[in-house]
Each structure stands twice: as C-alpha cells, then as structure tokens.
C-alpha cells in the first residue's frame, strides 16, 4: 500500500518569515496530494491540494510543488503569522485508479513566533 | 451547505464497553469514510463506504470494529469491546462531488478508554 512520510515533525519561525514542509510517497499511481491544517482539537480543513498534471500550486501564501519523478511535494508558506500555528499535513491518494482514501503523513508542527 | 455533522464529541468508557459513533454526511456525498486519529498521528483509514457499499475495509479490526451506512446516508461506528489503544479521535470524512476529490472532514468524536 501507499506509504507517506513527512518531515520534518516540528518547525519554529520567526513570524514574517518562510516555511516549508516536505513529504515523499512511495506508490507511483498516485496522483492528488491535499495539504490539511489541523488546529487543536479541531477538524482537519483542506488548505490546498495539487494534481500530478501540474508541477505547482499557488493560493496566497501558500504554494505546492510536486515533483512526481521523484515522489515528493512540499508545501510553502511566505510571511508566516502567528495564525498559521498549527499541525499540518500532508496526504496522497490515486481516485484515478479507484484508491480515493487518503493515506497521510505523520504530521508537522508549526510554531509562528511573534 | 452545512458540514459534516458526527456525534458524540466526547465519549469516556471503560474498557471492554461498547460505543458507538454517528456521522451524518454533506448532502449529495455518496463517499464516507471513517479515520482513526491516535494523538501525535496523522489520521489512518478505518472503512470507506461508497453509498452504502463497503469499498475498503482492509485497516478495520473486525473482531471489535463495526461499521455500517444503511440507506446510503448517515453511518455508524461501533467498536465491541473497547481496548485502552482506541483512545483516539474517530473522524468521518465525506466527499466524491462529481469533478473534485476533495473530502470534508466533521470535528471527530473523541474516544477515552479507561
């Protein structure tokens, strides 16, 4: 089965500053990688998603790359604020191939100092 | 539209109780899936139901894990008997518009076994 890991576990920031996160998977079928952002004790909320027909995504401060040859995406975030303080992460799937249940990484924990 | 309902939010039980778990889905969703979201984890699949259609049940312990979805609608959970290991937060998820994979998850039902 499909295989997600996702580095690295912990990240601190200034705030204003950039953050990236990164995930690898292992099965080549897959083809839709969504990024959550899950604040404590809340659900997690889709903030962006990409498609393996396209090498990158951008929404406001926030972008995915993905590079399918080498099984990674990662997930970008410019001028980070104290607001985006959360778990985040990252998840694959292959809908095209009947596989729709996301399979995710273990997640990252972003601290936006002030 | 409204979201995905789950209900309880809470639940304490002693272990080898009995619980279970309601998921009321966006309207139109004919996808539903159940995660399990043991705490420091990313959620792992549980079942995935497509209508009422059990699509992938391989990651559901079967001695003490039940699921159903009648009519294609709301699904239940149900775990008999409960371990101290099922502490964790039940999530249902739904999804499967026509065009999008995009899946939508409810705030969890969060599980402690005594």
């Known amino acids: 089965g499909e295989n997600v890991e996702q580095h690295p576990s912990t990240l601190s920031v200034q705030e204003g500053d950039s953050a990236v996160i990164k995930c690898t998977y292992s099965d080549s079928a897959s083809n839709y990688f969504p990024w959550y952002k899950q604040e404590l004790g809340k659900r997690p909320q889709l903030i962006i998603d990409?498609?393996?027909?396209?090498g990158e995504k951008k929404d406001q401060r926030i972008a995915v790359t993905l590079n399918k040859t080498a099984k990674h995406f990662s997930l970008h975030i410019t001028e980070t604020q104290p607001e985006d303080s959360a778990v985040y992460f990252c998840?694959?799937?292959?809908?095209?191939?009947?596989?729709?249940?996301?399979?995710f990484g273990s997640g990252t924990r972003l601290q936006v100092q002030p | 539209e409204a979201g995905v309902a789950q209900s309880p939010r809470y639940k304490i039980i002693e272990k080898r109780q009995s619980v279970a778990f309601w998921c009321n889905p966006i309207s139109g969703h004919a996808t539903l899936y159940w995660y399990q979201q043991i705490l420091g984890q990313g959620p792992k699949l549980l079942i995935q139901f497509q209508n009422n259609g059990v699509v992938d049940d391989s990651q559901l312990p079967k001695d003490r894990f039940s699921a159903e979805r009648l009519k294609g609608v709301d699904s239940t959970l149900k775990i008999q008997p409960a371990k101290l290991e099922d502490s964790a937060v039940y999530l249902c998820a739904t999804g499967s518009r026509r065009g999008t994979d995009t899946q939508y998850f409810g705030p969890g039902t969060r599980l402690t076994v005594l």
């Open positions: 998840a694959a799937s292959a809908p095209d191939t009947g596989r729709r249940a996301l399979t």
């Open positions: 990409i498609r393996s027909n396209v």
